[in-house]
């Protein structure tokens, strides 16, 4: 379903993913966990259209997707609730939802998939803020909003980055669910995740990501059966020196040096 083949990817003359390659077939949750910086947002930014490859394969159900404009890629079955949910702070959550069901409400006017009653009735505490605008809303709310906004835009494939950052356990917890139910009926998931206990509860497969390369990418219940191997590879990763000064055993073979990049904007 979504296939990322030896993709590079970086900013202003920079590579930040050194030939990610992952697998992930209809329905299942793929987990990529790594430190701040690994590169997971700019994987999921380059599965979504946002940043451009500079090499490398992005196939949604065979239909080659990387370097297409954002709407395309959308259009193709992608969603994204990206990190730190961007909901819009003056805009209600009936607004939020009524902008992002009228361009997929035009195009299915059956009303076919995600409409805004299924997902008000997979989401009830949404219907109960419908009034409330983005910035009043907690937390954990926005993060159901901004979930709710991709499921309108009837995603095969469903990109959420750190979805959980940031919430109190029992909501984070409850994030996690819906997740797996979604997975559960059908969608294919790509979770970027820091904490490997969490990705754990629902994964399929966990990936690992060290300065942009993949180190670790096995079923979840390899990880489950042995946290210790991920969580020592989550930890070397942690060490800031760039790893070709500094080889450490135990870890799959060393990244290259990470290059200085100027921001982008
Ligand atoms: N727009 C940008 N322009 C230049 N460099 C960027 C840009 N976005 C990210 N980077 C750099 O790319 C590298 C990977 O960042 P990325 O956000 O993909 O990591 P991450 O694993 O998602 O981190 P975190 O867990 O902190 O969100 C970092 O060194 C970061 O500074």
């Not at 926005?142 to 499921?151: D, E, P, S, T, Y």
Request: with cysteine.
């Amino acid at each position: 379903m979504l296939r990322i083949e030896r993709l590079c990817a970086g900013y202003g003359g920079g590579t930040v993913l050194h030939e990610v390659s992952l697998d992930v077939p209809p329905g299942a949750v793929q987990a990529v966990v790594g430190r701040n910086g690994a590169g997971k947002s700019t994987l999921v930014h380059c599965v979504a259209g946002l940043v451009r490859p500079h090499t490398g394969r992005i196939e949604i159900s065979g239909v080659p997707v990387a370097g297409r404009q954002p709407h395309r890629v959308a259009r193709a079955g992608v969603g994204l609730v990206p990190q730190g949910r961007r909901v819009f702070s003056r805009l209600t959550v009936a607004e939020h939802l009524v902008l992002a069901a009228a361009p997929w409400r035009a195009a299915t006017p059956g009303g076919e998939g995600w409409t805004v009653a299924r997902v008000l009735e997979l989401l009830p505490r949404l219907g109960a803020r419908l009034r409330h605008r983005g910035d009043q809303l907690s937390g954990g709310e926005q993060q159901m909003l901004a979930i709710a906004r991709a499921l309108l835009g009837q995603p095969r494939v469903l990109l959420l980055d750190e979805p959980c950052e940031g919430l109190a356990p029992d909501l984070a917890a409850r994030i996690r669910e819906l997740v797996g139910s979604l997975a559960r009926s059908g969608t294919t998931v790509l979770l970027v995740e820091q904490q490997i206990r969490h990705a754990v509860e629902i994964a399929d497969r966990i990936a690992v990501l060290e300065y942009g390369r993949v180190v670790y990418d096995r079923p979840a219940d390899e990880a489950r059966a042995d946290p210790g191997a991920v969580a020592a590879l989550l930890s070397v990763a942690a060490v800031a020196e760039p790893p070709a000064s500094r080889p450490r055993p135990g870890v799959p073979t060393a990244p290259g040096p990470r290059t200085d990049r100027p921001r982008q904007e």
